[in-house]
């Protein structure tokens, strides 16, 4: 059965706990990451010929299980490493091995290494790290394990350490921005460059954004990093691609065939999140024209301008590129004026977007995506005439000329739109698909959050400055009070008219709610407590919620065909987007459901389920969820300490709460009400107990330790009373103790075996689905039946939103300041009264 990627997850990142303690997170990736590599490639490559990776004998990961126990465990792992690494064309040496396994002040010395080593190989021997059964589209789901470790350890890394990874939600909007989508063949081919790639998580996010395989270059100063990115790109089906070492400034390594190392090299496209602000780039800086024809030389303790002005240089005439820079590079003055102004008369800047601070590793301060675009620049330039001495009417018009014909920047303020996750900050996946698509269709009808901004706007009124929120007011209007209304009673119409987003779709429920009290001030015409049973039993109110299920009625008659139909050659990335966005087409126009917030829905629901329904699926077929699995756990404590147990089992696809809901609701119905009566004879119980165990109760003097009442003791007493009198008081409390405890214990154990009984019944259940029963519980009461409740969740929220502002208003209001200064008064008198009753006089 192919490998569920959250539980290959899950199993990666457990598998780290073998070497806490020793080192670091930013240390121990290393070797996780290695033995993952070697794994991946023995299982894939070993014994195939041609491969992208020659697998040596000596040099697999067969031969490091051979060495589990050995007392030199270490040095010979480092020796089949180097074999993998040295043998054939693999040009491995300085990538894989990088950690060395026989490191005594990391791995321990003695026993304590061998251990360590041997339990660490185990695990990479489990059946789900068995990739010979994912040759095709698990290699996938290898890669995504692969960034999924490199997020955690980047996590854990800490603020100095975490800064090879770009988090992939970012990686995603630089790898959509800058058109590789739409590249077409040609003979000469494509390429796409980063000069600080990391672990290589960005190019890679760019490349798979072509339409066809192109060229990956990519460059890192940290030799180590830059064999995880190398080892991140043949995980990821591009083993061709280049990754050198060293560092951008002092050494590139990429120069134009021929140039005899003086030209750079040029690229299509460039992605990079280089290292922000960085101090110390000027070290054996060797130049190569990179500052040439900008006014000024990049600040020596300021790397930002340097990283772009090196990007610019490594971009062809029609090259286009997305660079992460810290907002600094927008507004700072001196040397990065001169250089701003230069490139924005260039116009290379296609656009700004502005990001949530806290979103990167290495540091917690916001940052901005530069898209520069070389091809189209000499449109984006100039003005239809002169910027000195105009009038409003000239202004105006060269103001609309320029917006018309794109000669400006597009800029996105989307700092707002984040979840917090942990201590950093996360794009939701509806924020990736709006900052995409707004960019990428240059349109927007929300100012707040996007604008075309025309060059004179930039290069008069605002000097060449590019911050931001100069161009871009994205702060929420203060809620204002009203002052007359406090005094004289009534409701500001100004506040109840910006309701009418709600007032156009439910026109009568604003007559229903209000009347016009005085000028410009309206009174509520009922009860303040019918506010909500009337907008909730509005006919119009209703009737919006009737189109939300239309809607998704539509959805579901578009793409349940093809989810009956999803088989191995379903590709399943370019589904989901294929399914999202009919999703989003279905609720265009929804006024009151943000079709972002949709979006989410659907995203967040594929990325923890759906998408592994469906890859096992697409691999195993529907008959998948004919199967059940034990969930494994570890004993940690014990004789058998380490080794696994069945804590649990569930579906593969299909929950077990889900069968039993539909096929056994008659076994659950008595299972809850025998459940009831248990609990019924429990509060009986624990009420008698109570009462009991007081100064004059029975059950006082058979209280242990832990005032609980004895059953043991009670039932010895109960052998000495027995031929006691019925009526005998004592007798009579501990005999109902006794039956109280009893009926619960046979109540309990009844539940216990009718629970057990159903249990086995849905476990029996799976082999017996027919087909028509597995499409329908799967898709239609589990995919469906989730997707619609995250959506109608949304239409609630909006309308308590909506009831909330009105009740609130309506309380604002309901007392003017007279009537409050009068009954503030009368309560001081009422005060006064009774304390001068008390004795008290002022």
């Given at each position: 059965?192919?490998?569920?990627?959250?539980?290959?997850?899950?199993?990666?990142?457990?598998?780290?706990?073998?070497?806490?303690?020793?080192?670091?997170?930013?240390?121990?990736?290393?070797?996780?990451?290695?033995?993952?590599?070697?794994?991946?490639?023995?299982?894939?490559?070993?014994?195939?010929?041609?491969?992208?990776?020659?697998?040596?004998?000596?040099?697999?990961?067969?031969?490091?299980?051979?060495?589990?126990?050995?007392?030199?465990?270490?040095?010979?792992?480092?020796?089949?490493?180097?074999?993998?690494?040295?043998?054939?064309?693999?040009?491995?040496?300085?990538?894989?091995?990088?950690?060395?396994?026989?490191?005594?002040?990391?791995?321990?010395?003695?026993?304590?290494?061998?251990?360590?080593?041997?339990?660490?190989?185990?695990?990479?021997?489990?059946?789900?790290?068995?990739?010979?059964?994912?040759?095709?589209?698990?290699?996938?789901?290898?890669?995504?394990?692969?960034?999924?470790?490199?997020?955690?350890?980047?996590?854990?890394?800490?603020?100095?350490?975490?800064?090879?990874?770009?988090?992939?939600?970012?990686?995603?909007?630089?790898?959509?921005?800058?058109?590789?989508?739409?590249?077409?063949?040609?003979?000469?081919?494509?390429?796409?460059?980063?000069?600080?790639?990391?672990?290589?998580?960005?190019?890679?996010?760019?490349?798979?954004?072509?339409?066809?395989?192109?060229?990956?270059?990519?460059?890192?100063?940290?030799?180590?990093?830059?064999?995880?990115a190398k080892m991140n790109l043949v995980l990821h089906n591009k083993a061709a691609g280049e990754i050198k070492a060293g560092n951008t400034f002092s050494s590139p390594h990429y120069f134009e065939d021929g140039s005899d190392d003086e030209v750079l090299k040029r690229f299509d496209f460039a992605v990079a999140n280089p290292p922000f602000s960085l101090k110390n780039w000027m070290d054996g800086l060797k130049d190569y024209g990179r500052f040439d024809g900008y006014g000024d030389r990049p600040p020596e303790k300021n790397g930002d301008f340097a990283w772009l002005l090196h990007i610019l240089k490594s971009l062809k005439s029609t090259g286009k590129a997305a660079v992460i820079l810290p907002h600094g590079v927008l507004f700072r003055g001196n040397a990065e004026a001169t250089i701003r102004k230069a490139i924005i008369d260039k116009g290379?800047?296609?656009?700004?977007?502005?990001?949530?601070?806290?979103?990167?590793?290495?540091?917690?301060?916001?940052?901005?995506?530069?898209?520069?675009?070389?091809?189209?620049?000499?449109?984006?330039?100039?003005?239809?005439?002169?910027?000195?001495?105009?009038?409003?009417?000239?202004?105006?018009?060269?103001?609309?000329?320029?917006?018309?014909?794109?000669?400006?920047?597009?800029?996105?303020?989307?700092?707002?739109?984040?979840?917090?996750?942990?201590?950093?900050?996360?794009?939701?996946?509806?924020?990736?698909?709006?900052?995409?698509?707004?960019?990428?269709?240059?349109?927007?009808?929300?100012?707040?959050?996007?604008?075309?901004?025309?060059?004179?706007?930039?290069?008069?009124?605002?000097?060449?400055?590019?911050?931001?929120?100069?161009?871009?007011?994205?702060?929420?209007?203060?809620?204002?009070?009203?002052?007359?209304?406090?005094?004289?009673?009534?409701?500001?119409?100004?506040?109840?008219?910006?309701?009418?987003?709600?007032?156009?779709?439910?026109?009568?429920?604003?007559?229903?709610?209000?009347?016009?009290?005085?000028?410009?001030?309206?009174?509520?015409?009922?009860?303040?407590?019918?506010?909500?049973?009337?907008?909730?039993?509005?006919?119009?109110?209703?009737?919006?919620?009737?189109?939300?299920?239309?809607?998704?009625?539509?959805?579901?008659?578009?793409?349940?065909?093809?989810?009956?139909?999803?088989?191995?050659?379903?590709?399943?990335?370019?589904?989901?987007?294929?399914?999202?966005?009919?999703?989003?087409?279905?609720?265009?126009?929804?006024?009151?459901?943000?079709?972002?917030?949709?979006?989410?829905?659907?995203?967040?629901?594929?990325?923890?389920?759906?998408?592994?329904?469906?890859?096992?699926?697409?691999?195993?077929?529907?008959?998948?969820?004919?199967?059940?699995?034990?969930?494994?756990?570890?004993?940690?404590?014990?004789?058998?300490?380490?080794?696994?147990?069945?804590?649990?089992?569930?579906?593969?696809?299909?929950?077990?709460?889900?069968?039993?809901?539909?096929?056994?609701?008659?076994?659950?119905?008595?299972?809850?009400?025998?459940?009831?009566?248990?609990?019924?004879?429990?509060?009986?119980?624990?009420?008698?107990?109570?009462?009991?165990?007081?100064?004059?109760?029975?059950?006082?003097?058979?209280?242990?330790?832990?005032?609980?009442?004895?059953?043991?003791?009670?039932?010895?007493?109960?052998?000495?009373?027995?031929?006691?009198?019925?009526?005998?008081?004592?007798?009579?409390?501990?005999?109902?103790?006794?039956?109280?405890?009893?009926?619960?214990?046979?109540?309990?154990?009844?539940?216990?075996?009718?629970?057990?009984?159903?249990?086995?019944?849905?476990?029996?259940?799976?082999?017996?689905?027919?087909?028509?029963?597995?499409?329908?519980?799967?898709?239609?009461?589990?995919?469906?039946?989730?997707?619609?409740?995250?959506?109608?969740?949304?239409?609630?929220?909006?309308?308590?939103?909506?009831?909330?502002?009105?009740?609130?208003?309506v309380e604002r209001y309901e007392d003017t300041l007279p009537e409050l200064t009068a009954a503030v008064t009368d309560y001081e008198a009422k005060v006064k009264a009774h304390l001068e009753r008390m004795g008290f006089v002022w």
């Amino acid at each position: 059965m192919a490998i569920k990627k959250n539980e290959l997850y899950s199993s990666l990142w457990a598998s780290c706990d073998k070497l806490r303690g020793g080192m670091d997170a930013s240390q121990y990736k290393d070797y996780i990451l290695t033995l993952l590599f070697v794994k991946y490639v023995t299982d894939k490559f070993k014994g195939v010929k041609y491969a992208d990776i020659t697998v040596p004998e000596g040099g697999s990961f067969d031969d490091l299980i051979a060495l589990k126990g050995n007392k030199n465990i270490g040095e010979e792992m480092d020796k089949v490493i180097a074999k993998l690494a040295e043998a054939g064309e693999n040009n491995l040496r300085g990538v894989i091995d990088n950690a060395h396994f026989n490191d005594e002040a990391k791995l321990g010395s003695g026993k304590e290494m061998v251990d360590k080593l041997t339990g660490l190989i185990a695990i990479f021997q489990r059946d789900e790290f068995n990739f010979k059964k994912n040759k095709t589209s698990g290699d996938d789901i290898l890669g995504d394990a692969y960034e999924y470790l490199m997020r955690h350890f980047a996590t854990e890394s800490g603020k100095s350490k975490g800064q090879f990874y770009t988090p992939a939600e970012v990686s995603r909007i630089l790898a959509k921005v800058i058109g590789i989508d739409k590249i077409e063949e040609r003979d000469e081919g494509y390429s796409v460059y980063d000069p600080a790639c990391g672990s290589g998580s960005l190019l890679i996010r760019a490349a798979d954004e072509a339409p066809f395989e192109i060229a990956i270059w990519g460059q890192e100063k940290e030799v180590t990093t830059a064999g995880l990115a190398k080892m991140n790109l043949v995980l990821h089906n591009k083993a061709a691609g280049e990754i050198k070492a060293g560092n951008t400034f002092s050494s590139p390594h990429y120069f134009e065939d021929g140039s005899d190392d003086e030209v750079l090299k040029r690229f299509d496209f460039a992605v990079a999140n280089p290292p922000f602000s960085l101090k110390n780039w000027m070290d054996g800086l060797k130049d190569y024209g990179r500052f040439d024809g900008y006014g000024d030389r990049p600040p020596e303790k300021n790397g930002d301008f340097a990283w772009l002005l090196h990007i610019l240089k490594s971009l062809k005439s029609t090259g286009k590129a997305a660079v992460i820079l810290p907002h600094g590079v927008l507004f700072r003055g001196n040397a990065e004026a001169t250089i701003r102004k230069a490139i924005i008369d260039k116009g290379y800047i296609k656009g700004i977007i502005g990001l949530p601070a806290n979103l990167f590793y290495g540091t917690s301060i916001p940052a901005c995506i530069l898209v520069i675009d070389k091809e189209s620049a000499d449109q984006r330039t100039g003005s239809s005439g002169e910027y000195q001495d105009l009038d409003a009417e000239a202004l105006q018009s060269i103001l609309l000329d320029e917006s018309s014909a794109g000669k400006g920047i597009f800029m996105i303020d989307a700092s707002h739109d984040f979840v917090k996750d942990g201590n950093k900050n996360r794009l939701r996946e509806r924020d990736i698909y709006k900052i995409v698509t707004t960019f990428n269709q240059q349109v927007t009808d929300d100012p707040k959050y996007a604008r075309f901004v025309p060059n004179w706007e930039i290069k008069v009124k605002n000097e060449y400055n590019l911050n931001i929120p100069r161009y871009i007011d994205s702060s929420t209007p203060e809620d204002l009070q009203d002052i007359d209304g406090h005094l004289h009673g009534g409701i500001p119409a100004a506040d109840v008219d910006s309701m009418d987003k709600y007032w156009a779709l439910f026109p009568s429920l604003k007559t229903k709610l209000f009347s016009q009290m005085r000028d410009g001030y309206y009174q509520l015409n009922i009860p303040k407590d019918d506010i909500r049973n009337t907008v909730y039993n509005n006919p119009e109110f209703s009737a919006y919620a009737e189109r939300i299920d239309d809607a998704f009625d539509a959805w579901m008659q578009k793409v349940d065909g093809g989810l009956r139909s999803i088989d191995e050659d379903t590709e399943l990335k370019p589904y989901i987007v294929e399914l999202a966005q009919q999703l989003i087409d279905c609720f265009e126009g929804m006024e009151l459901v943000d079709k972002y917030d949709v979006y989410e829905v659907l995203l967040s629901y594929w990325h923890e389920v759906m998408g592994d329904d469906m890859y096992l699926v697409s691999v195993d077929g529907y008959g998948a969820a004919r199967q059940w699995e034990n969930i494994m756990g570890e004993y940690t404590s014990g004789k058998k300490k380490g080794q696994e147990k069945v804590v649990g089992w569930e579906g593969v696809l299909l929950p077990k709460a889900l069968i039993e809901s539909v096929f056994f609701t008659a076994e659950r119905k008595a299972i809850n009400d025998a459940q009831a009566v248990a609990e019924e004879t429990q509060s009986q119980l624990d009420e008698f107990v109570e009462e009991q165990t007081g100064d004059e109760g029975y059950l006082k003097e058979h209280l242990n330790d832990k005032d609980k009442v004895d059953a043991k003791a009670v039932a010895a007493r109960l052998k000495v009373l027995k031929k006691a009198d019925p009526k005998d008081e004592e007798y009579a409390a501990l005999k109902r103790f006794a039956d109280l405890t009893d009926s619960l214990a046979k109540q309990n154990k009844a539940i216990k075996e009718m629970n057990a009984e159903l249990e086995e019944k849905v476990r029996k259940k799976y082999a017996l689905l027919t087909d028509e029963e597995i499409l329908d519980l799967l898709i239609n009461r589990k995919w469906y039946a989730a997707i619609f409740e995250g959506i109608k969740a949304l239409y609630v929220t909006t309308s308590h939103r909506m009831t909330n502002r009105i009740v609130e208003l309506v309380e604002r209001y309901e007392d003017t300041l007279p009537e409050l200064t009068a009954a503030v008064t009368d309560y001081e008198a009422k005060v006064k009264a009774h304390l001068e009753r008390m004795g008290f006089v002022w």
